[in-house]
């Protein structure tokens, strides 16, 4: 089993929740997260006065998958929050060694 985190553009959500869903992703997380990575945030403009804004907002989308769907799952998100710029993100994939269903007390695969 593989856990794939995706930090991506929050515009970009709902395209890569719908490619998720078509790869084959019964679930997901998703949470408002904030951060920078190498853009370093930006400056804007505010009553004439100048700040930087370093943490952007992001989307944070957690899926657990078998090992053999990774691919996909990992295909889809690339290719749906690709912008071509700057801050499009980062994918994280950890193996994940159990994984248990409170409600049933199904583990493992079983449990995705």
Do not use: N, W
Not at 11 to 23: H, R
């Amino acid at each position: 089993m593989k856990k794939i985190e995706a930090v991506i553009r929050h515009f970009k959500l709902e395209e890569v929740k719908d490619a998720l869903t078509q790869a084959g992703v019964q679930g997901m997380t998703v949470s408002e997260v904030r951060g920078f990575g190498r853009q370093k945030g930006h400056k804007e403009q505010y009553r004439g006065a100048e700040y930087t804004v370093d943490f952007l907002p992001k989307a944070k989308i957690e899926v657990i998958v078998g090992d053999d769907l990774a691919p996909k799952v990992i295909e889809a998100i690339c290719k749906t929050a690709r912008t071509g710029q700057v801050g499009d993100g980062k994918i994280f994939v950890s193996d994940l060694l159990d994984l248990v269903r409170i409600r049933t007390g199904e583990s493992g695969a079983e449990a995705i």
